[in-house]
């Protein structure tokens, strides 16, 4: 009797865990996000406070990439975030090879000038297919960067402008002013001259400034002369303008003041210590005004030249010239196609870099694309005020977002520039034969349309 009561129980008990099993909803698996990411161990250095308050259980203050995700996880629990690290001098053949085979990540980090040729070959995904909302508190400037042939295809996230940074003490040494805001144009030569020293043979064993040292872009220059690379209006390259041939002959003045011979055995050895870290002759006192990037302070100065007393000011331009102007270039994330997990990729993108402060922003190394984080962004950080001030410059100038910026040597607008400098080609002669390469290249891409 109870043997059979106990069958018919446990019997019971089986049928109803099978009904329950049934009727029960079926848990889904987390979506996993791929992302390849330039910046996973970006921290937040010294500032303590920050415009978000964390929750989770890393604790508060910590404030870093990874913090993010952490925290993005914990309020989307059906979504984890894998970060993948990108080899910056692979990225590009790994992501085509990636979308080529199916294989594409969610999202991918990229550098600014690149993203128009990707996108030229469908290997990214425009992102307002899949509702990409409108930031409207971004400069003119940001928002064209993010775009091609009518889409959005990148979010600048850490952007980068620049602007001269000089050494104070040698400033004072030299009985020079150091509180001013803004340079003209006479004082950036007379000063930049007057800086020079030289041993007993006449050798430069130091320089005050030359356009070229130690900056990234070789055409802010341009843009300061009132020059640019590429007509957005009609369409059209005009590297051979009439600005940027004035600008190249700038440049070879500052030889001929000094002596090609002289200026460039200094540039050589400069360009091999650069190649040691904490070598730049900025760091070492050698270079007392550099054209230098918003990166410089944070990735440069703070870890190899500590004890280094600087100060910055914009560009000064030359009559007909840009007033605060210079170069806006940005590290980006962007959607390969065929990315698998689009709309929670968007909500990981909106929640990184729109709804909260990146961190290459809130770590003080780039200041902030949205005009909502300026005003925290100067009082953690008020020495990066001119750079800050340059991102909503109306002097300002992305980098053209044609297909072919990502040539080796910036499009070859080094190559001009050094075939000038080593009195191989007149500035008319480098700039028209640049042009001319430029153009043949793009039509690769655009055939008559230019």
Same mark, same amino acid.
């Given at each position: 009797?109870r043997?059979?009561?106990?069958?018919?129980?446990?019997?019971?008990?089986v049928?109803?865990?099978?009904v329950?099993?049934?009727?029960a909803? $079926?848990?889904?698996? /987390?979506? #996993?996000? =791929?992302?390849?990411?330039?910046?996973?161990d970006?921290?937040?250095y010294?500032f303590?406070?920050?415009?978000?308050?964390?929750?989770?259980e890393?604790?508060e203050?910590?404030?870093d990439?990874?913090?993010?995700?952490?925290?993005f996880?914990?309020?989307?629990?059906?979504?984890?975030v894998?970060?993948?690290?990108?080899?910056?001098?692979?990225?590009l053949?790994k992501?085509v090879? *990636?979308?080529v085979?199916?294989?594409?990540?969610?999202?991918?980090?990229?550098?600014?000038?690149?993203v128009?040729?990707? *996108?030229?070959?469908? $290997?990214?995904?425009?992102l307002?297919?899949?509702?990409?909302?409108?930031?409207? #508190?971004?400069?003119?400037?940001?928002d064209? %960067?993010m775009?091609?042939?009518g !889409?959005?295809?990148?979010?600048?996230y850490a %952007?980068?402008t620049? +602007?001269?940074?000089y050494?104070t003490?040698s400033f004072? +040494?030299?009985?020079?002013p150091?509180?001013?805001?803004?340079?003209t144009?006479?004082?950036?030569?007379?000063?930049?001259?007057?800086l020079?020293?030289?041993? @007993?043979?006449g050798?430069?064993?130091k320089?005050?400034? *030359?356009?070229?040292?130690?900056?990234?872009i070789?055409?802010?220059?341009y843009?300061?002369?009132?020059?640019?690379?590429w007509?957005?209006?009609?369409?059209?390259?005009?590297?051979?303008?009439?600005q940027?041939?004035?600008?190249l002959?700038w440049?070879?003045?500052? %030889?001929?003041? &000094? !002596?090609r011979?002289?200026m460039?055995k &200094?540039w050589n050895a400069? $360009?091999?210590?650069?190649q040691? /870290?904490? !070598? @730049?002759?900025?760091?070492?006192?050698?270079?007392?005004i550099?054209?230098?990037?918003s990166?410089?302070?944070?990735?440069?100065?703070?870890?190899?030249a500590?004890?280094?007393?600087?100060k910055?000011?914009p560009?000064?331009?030359?009559?007909g !010239?840009? *007033?605060?102007?210079?170069?806006l270039?940005?590290?980006t994330?962007?959607m390969?196609?065929? /990315?698998?997990?689009?709309?929670?990729?968007?909500?990981?993108?909106?929640?990184?870099?729109?709804?909260?402060?990146p961190?290459?922003?809130s770590?003080?190394? =780039?200041?902030?694309?949205d005009k909502r984080w300026?005003?925290?962004?100067?009082?953690?950080?008020p020495?990066m005020?001119?750079? #800050?001030?340059?991102?909503?410059?109306?002097?300002?100038?992305a980098i053209?977002? $044609?297909?072919? %910026?990502?040539l080796?040597k910036?499009?070859?607008?080094? =190559? +001009?520039?050094?075939?000038?400098?080593?009195g191989?080609?007149? /500035?008319k002669?480098?700039? =028209?034969?640049?042009?001319n390469?430029?153009?043949?290249?793009?039509?690769i891409?655009?055939?008559?349309r230019?």
């Amino acid at each position: 009797m109870r043997l059979s009561s106990c069958i018919r129980r446990r019997g019971f008990l089986v049928l109803l865990a099978t009904v329950i099993a049934i009727s029960a909803p $079926i848990a889904t698996a /987390a979506v #996993t996000i =791929d992302y390849w990411s330039i910046a996973p161990d970006t921290t937040c250095y010294d500032f303590e406070e920050y415009p978000v308050e964390w929750t989770d259980e890393l604790g508060e203050g910590l404030n870093d990439f990874k913090h993010m995700v952490a925290d993005f996880e914990r309020l989307n629990p059906g979504i984890k975030v894998q970060l993948t690290p990108v080899d910056l001098a692979k990225r590009l053949e790994k992501l085509v090879s *990636a979308v080529v085979a199916g294989e594409a990540p969610d999202l991918s980090d990229q550098v600014s000038w690149v993203v128009p040729v990707l *996108a030229e070959r469908g $290997i990214l995904s425009n992102l307002d297919d899949f509702g990409f909302p409108k930031i409207e #508190t971004v400069s003119t400037e940001t928002d064209y %960067m993010m775009m091609y042939e009518g !889409g959005r295809y990148q979010f600048p996230y850490a %952007m980068n402008t620049f +602007a001269l940074i000089y050494n104070t003490d040698s400033f004072e +040494a030299a009985g020079l002013p150091t509180d001013r805001e803004e340079w003209t144009w006479e004082e950036l030569n007379e000063w930049g001259e007057k800086l020079y020293e030289f041993d @007993s043979d006449g050798n430069i064993t130091k320089v005050g400034f *030359a356009p070229w040292l130690a900056g990234a872009i070789p055409w802010d220059w341009y843009y300061v002369f009132g020059g640019n690379i590429w007509d957005r209006q009609n369409e059209k390259l005009v590297v051979n303008s009439a600005q940027n041939i004035a600008c190249l002959e700038w440049y070879d003045s500052w %030889m001929e003041k &000094f !002596g090609r011979d002289n200026m460039l055995k &200094f540039w050589n050895a400069a $360009i091999q210590s650069m190649q040691v /870290a904490g !070598g @730049s002759p900025l760091y070492t006192g050698d270079l007392a005004i550099s054209h230098s990037g918003s990166y410089y302070p944070r990735h440069m100065l703070d870890k190899w030249a500590p004890d280094l007393n600087w100060k910055t000011v914009p560009f000064p331009y030359p009559p007909g !010239g840009r *007033a605060w102007s210079g170069s806006l270039v940005a590290a980006t994330v962007t959607m390969p196609a065929g /990315a698998e997990h689009p709309e929670e990729a968007l909500k990981l993108l909106e929640y990184l870099y729109i709804d909260n402060i990146p961190s290459y922003t809130s770590s003080g190394i =780039d200041p902030p694309i949205d005009k909502r984080w300026v005003d925290w962004y100067k009082a953690h950080s008020p020495r990066m005020d001119v750079f #800050t001030d340059l991102v909503f410059s109306p002097g300002a100038v992305a980098i053209p977002m $044609i297909p072919i %910026m990502n040539l080796p040597k910036w499009a070859h607008i080094e =190559d +001009a520039r050094d075939y000038v400098l080593h009195g191989k080609k007149t /500035a008319k002669q480098a700039l =028209d034969d640049l042009q001319n390469k430029l153009q043949s290249e793009l039509d690769i891409y655009w055939g008559d349309r230019t």
